[in-house]
C-alpha cells in the first residue's frame, strides 16, 4: 500500500524535523521514517473500519426505532439492504481487519456524532436512494454502492480531515493518498475469497522499503554536496533567501537523481514539483523545476551523471 509518492512526502517531512532537532541523529531519523508510514497504514486500515461503523450504526438505528413505545409500520417492517449489504459484511469478516480492530485502542466509536451525520450524509446520496429502490442486487451491487459511497462522501470530507488531524500529527496530509489505495481495495473485493480476502500489504515489496531507507540517508549524507550544486546553479540568486522548504525538496531530489539510476529523471523532477507545490510557496514548483533542470544539465555536460 506504502507507495513511493507517499515514501517521498515522508522522507521530507522527517528530514525537516530531523534538521529542525539539530541534524544529529540519522538512526532516530530513520526509525521516526518507518515509524511514520507504519502509521500511513492504520490509517488505510481505520478508514475501512469506518465503513463497517457506518454501517452498525444503521443497524442500531433500525432496532431503536423497532423497540421504541409507538412504532409505525415503517420501523417494524424497514428496509435493511443497507445492513444486510454482502460487501460490508465480509469486509466486518476480514481476519486482517478484524485483527486491527481488536488491537486499536482509537476506534470510531469515539466519534458517535461525526458518523451518525456521515450516515445521514449517505441516505441524501443519489447511489444510496437508487440501491435502496432497485428490485434485486447482486454481490457487485453491494461492493459499487461502497465505492461510490466512499468517493462521494468519505473521500471528500473536510471534517474527516479534522477528526483525523486531531487523532494523529502522522495522519495529516495522508489521507488523499490513502483514500486511493481503500478505493482500490473496495475494488478488490471478491465474495468467493471470505474472511481471506488479503487486503493491501504494507509495502508491494522490500525494494520500496529500502527504497525509503536509502533516500532517507543518502539525502541526509549527500546534504552539503547537494547543497553545493545548489549553489553553482543559483547564479545571481542568494541561497539565504531560497525558502528551506525549497531547498530541502531539491536536496531530497538530488540524492534520488544520484542514487537510483533506474529512476528517469523526468519522473523525479515531476514528484519533486508536485511535491513544492503542496508544500512550499506558489512559485516554488516552476523555481524548482528550473533549478533541478540546471543541475542536471550540467552534470551531464561534465559527464557526471549517465541517465536518462
Known amino acids: 500500500?506504502?507507495?513511493?509518492?507517499?515514501?517521498?512526502?515522508?522522507?521530507?517531512q522527517v528530514i525537516y524535523a530531523y534538521y529542525q532537532n539539530g541534524g544529529k541523529?540519522?538512526?532516530?531519523?530513520?526509525?521516526?521514517?518507518?515509524y511514520s508510514l507504519s502509521k500511513a497504514y492504520d490509517l488505510y486500515k481505520y478508514?475501512?473500519?469506518?465503513?463497517?461503523?457506518?454501517t452498525q450504526f444503521a443497524d442500531r438505528r433500525i432496532d431503536n426505532r423497532r423497540h421504541k413505545l409507538r412504532p409505525t409500520y415503517e420501523d417494524l417492517n424497514p428496509n435493511t439492504r443497507f445492513i444486510d449489504?454482502?460487501?460490508?459484511?465480509?469486509?466486518m469478516q476480514n481476519v486482517q481487519l478484524e485483527e486491527f480492530r481488536a488491537n486499536q485502542k482509537r476506534t470510531w466509536d469515539d466519534e458517535g456524532d461525526f458518523v451518525k451525520h456521515l450516515f445521514e450524509q449517505i441516505e441524501q446520496t443519489k447511489a444510496y436512494q437508487e440501491y435502496m429502490a432497485k428490485e434485486a442486487l447482486t454481490y457487485?451491487?453491494?461492493r459499487e454502492l461502497w465505492r461510490k459511497l466512499y468517493r462521494s462522501t468519505i473521500a471528500q470530507n473536510e471534517t474527516i480531515d479534522e477528526i483525523l488531524e486531531e487523532q494523529s500529527l502522522y495522519w495529516n496530509d495522508d489521507k488523499?493518498?490513502?483514500?486511493?489505495?481503500?478505493?482500490?481495495t473496495i475494488k478488490r473485493f471478491e465474495p468467493e475469497n471470505g474472511a481471506e480476502q488479503e487486503l493491501m500489504p504494507e509495502y508491494k515489496d522490500d525494494e520500496d522499503k529500502e527504497f525509503a531507507r536509502k533516500l532517507l540517508r543518502t539525502a541526509i549524507t549527500g546534504a552539503e554536496a547537494y547543497r553545493k550544486l545548489m549553489e553553482n546553479n543559483a547564479k545571481n540568486w542568494d541561497m539565504e533567501r531560497f525558502a528551506f522548504m525549497d531547498?530541502?525538496?531539491m536536496q531530497v531530489?538530488?540524492?534520488?537523481?544520484?542514487?537510483?539510476?533506474?529512476?528517469p529523471v523526468s519522473v523525479t523532477l515531476n514528484e519533486y514539483v508536485e511535491i513544492a507545490k503542496m508544500y512550499s510557496t506558489p512559485k516554488s514548483g516552476s523555481f524548482i523545476n528550473g533549478m533541478l533542470d540546471g543541475i542536471v544539465s550540467q552534470l551531464k555536460s561534465e559527464n557526471k551523471l549517465n541517465k536518462q
Not at 500500500?1 to 521530507?12: A, F, G
Not at 449489504?85 to 469486509?91: E, P, S
Not at 488523499?176 to 482500490?184: H, M, Q
Not at 531530489?253 to 529512476?263: D, V, Y
Open 140 to 142: 457487485e451491487d453491494d
Open 176 to 184: 488523499a493518498i490513502v483514500d486511493t489505495f481503500v478505493l482500490k
Open 85 to 91: 449489504n454482502a460487501f460490508i459484511a465480509q469486509l
Open 1 to 12: 500500500m506504502i507507495n513511493r509518492v507517499l515514501i517521498r512526502l515522508k522522507v521530507i
Open 247 to 249: 531547498i530541502l525538496i
Open 25 to 34: 541523529n540519522l538512526e532516530a531519523a530513520e526509525k521516526e521514517l518507518f
Open 253 to 263: 531530489a538530488l540524492a534520488e537523481i544520484f542514487a537510483f539510476p533506474s529512476i
Open 47 to 54: 478508514l475501512l473500519a469506518l465503513m463497517i461503523e457506518v
